[in-house]
């Protein structure tokens, strides 16, 4: 560490030793710098500030009802974007700078001068956004900065315009979209239902349900069947018994129920109640015997009747128009019987028929059980499909009134408004460039340009400045040092070096601090003597 401090100050004594090097460096290049730093021309700088109000009244209460945007992260894109080409050819435009260039190149550089001396930046947490810029012509920076600010609020308050209509057309575009998918999906749906009508699990209770209940149908048909042939063969026994007894018309008479007596209700009602027993029971059937044995007593008595009557038209002949009566009333019963016999026929025709439908039916859907569960595979995806493009279709419709309803509260009311707290005006002072600085700078630079030929020097041609630096390159001990004569005037020439260097910076340092005075206070200054500066 000590090496290096050495170092150090054996450097800067060997640029003391050189210092003529430093004042030629700063009378050279100074005077030269500060020439140049007084011509350059004036720059004026125009600014504007604009508050960004994104708390709309309308927000909150149209919370929940129109699509949600926020605004603030709108703003901040706007703000990056404003430099962007198209909005810097658009500022070049309404401030006429792109008719000052005569070709591509000069126009390159008329864009990127734009964008280089542009400037936006926020200013806090309250949205407030200042523009400015910086032009040798204080009217063409006004108009400059007017133009930015004309094209920020344009660009974020068309920007949500352009998102609704946007919006609007990709959701009518997806609606229409889906409409034909929802109208594909419903015929495909239709096409299958009246291809599988009947059998479909939506169909009164499906496919098994339509199958019991046409068992159901032929079962109850099947027993109506039993019971009209049941019926039909005893009317058919009944006439042939008629038929029999007609050989004899005493015979006739007595065996069947031609002649009315005073037993033939009764018999008949036992006769019909028999018939149904028959139906459900048999022969052993406690009720059908106690049936039958009444009827068989009856028929007894009714003979026993019919004989009498029989005997005493033999003894009294004045009794024949009776038999002929009874003969009469036996041709009518049997007509009608005969009668009763043809509507049975034709019943029991007509439930064959029903009874050879149903048992079609059964089949046919006795057939179709096993395509069933393909059926309602195939079904189950159309109805998906079908219940997923309704789905998508009806959330399409309900956005696309919603992205109305937002368009409508944007045309009745901004959600994002401007308020341009200061304005851009005409500057009338310069703000720059900075010439104190600059005039500062070139005295660094310069003198920094002499040290580093002095240093250059002392590396080129190397000498011994301390007794460390000669014990250090030697390698022996120094023991004691002797100090120069005044005879040979080496310590009057090294103090007129010094008021040399003295004087030299005090004279710069007066025409700096003239050049300083010169423009900080400019009224003092004539207009010639600004002119040449």
């Given amino acids: 560490m000590h090496e290096q401090i050495d170092k150090i100050k054996e450097l800067l004594l060997g640029v003391w030793a050189k210092k003529h090097y430093v004042i030629i460096s700063t009378w050279l290049l100074c005077p030269i710098g500060w020439l140049a730093v007084s011509s350059l021309p004036d720059q004026y700088e125009s600014s504007a500030r604009v508050y960004v109000d994104t708390q709309s009244l309308l927000r909150p209460l149209m919370k929940g009802i129109m699509v949600e945007t926020d605004p603030n992260q709108q703003v901040r894109l706007m703000v990056k974007t404003l430099l962007s080409r198209p909005n810097l050819e658009r500022i070049a435009r309404m401030t006429d700078l792109d008719v000052s260039a005569k070709n591509n190149d000069e126009y390159e550089s008329i864009i990127d001068d734009l964008k280089d001396e542009i400037s936006i930046r926020s200013l806090g947490k309250e949205n407030i956004y200042s523009l400015s810029m910086t032009s040798a012509n204080p009217q063409l920076a006004k108009d400059i900065v007017q133009a930015s600010l004309t094209v920020f609020i344009e660009n974020t308050l068309g920007e949500t315009r352009s998102d609704t209509d ?22 495909k749906l239709t096409l299958f239902k009246q291809k599988y009508s009947g059998i479909m699990p939506s169909d009164s209770g499906g496919f098994y349900s339509a199958l019991s209940r ?15 042939q049941t019926q039909l063969s005893s009317a058919k026994q009944q006439l042939t018994r008629e038929n029999a007894m007609s050989e004899s018309i005493s015979e006739n008479v007595i065996d069947n129920a031609t002649v009315t007596t005073t037993y033939d209700e009764r018999i008949v009602q036992l006769q019909t109640q028999l018939d149904s027993l028959l139906i459900s029971y048999t022969e052993q059937h406690p009720d059908v015997k106690e049936l039958r044995r009444t009827l068989k007593e009856l028929k007894r008595l009714r003979k026993q009747e019919l004989e009498s009557y029989f005997a005493a038209i033999k003894e ?8 002929n009566t009874s003969a009469t009333n036996e041709n009518l019963v049997y007509q009608e019987m005969r009668i009763q016999v043809n509507q049975l026929e034709n019943t029991v025709a007509s439930l064959k028929v029903r009874v050879a439908d149903y048992e079609g039916q059964a089949n046919e859907l006795n057939s179709k059980i096993h395509t069933l569960p393909e059926v309602e595979a195939e079904l189950v995806g159309l109805n998906r499909d079908y219940e997923i493009n309704k789905e998508k279709y009806e959330e399409l419709l309900s956005r696309r009134e919603t992205a109305a309803l937002a368009k409508q509260a944007d045309a009745t009311s901004d959600k994002i408004q401007f308020r341009v707290i200061d304005p851009p ?57 002797v100090a120069a004569t005044d005879n040979l005037n080496i310590q009057a020439t090294y103090r007129s070096s010094v008021r040399k260097f003295i004087v ?30």
């Avoid at 946007?166 to 109208?183: C, D, G, H, V």
């Avoid at 009294?316 to 009776?322: E, F, I, K, T």
């Fill in 166 to 187: 946007t919006a609007q057309r990709f959701l009518q575009k997806q609606i229409n979209e889906y409409e034909s998918k929802l109208l594909e999906a419903e015929r």
């Fill in 214 to 228: 046409v068992n159901a149908d032929l079962k109850a048909t099947r027993l109506e069947l039993l019971e009209a």
């Fill in 316 to 323: 009294n002949p004045d009794a024949q128009g009776a038999l």
């Fill in 425 to 481: 005006r005409i500057p009338l002072e310069p703000s720059g460039p900075m010439r104190i600085l600059f005039f500062i700078a070139v005295l660094i630079v310069s003198a920094g340009l002499g040290a580093g030929v002095a240093v250059i020097v002392i590396t080129l041609s190397p000498k011994v400045l301390s007794a460390v630096q000669l014990s250090r390159e030697s390698g022996l001990p120094i023991f004691g040092i």
């Fill in 504 to 533: 030299s910076n005090l004279l710069l340092f007066l025409v700096l601090g003239a050049l300083i005075t010169y423009h900080l206070v400019p009224a003092i200054a004539s207009g010639q003597l600004r002119g040449v500066f």
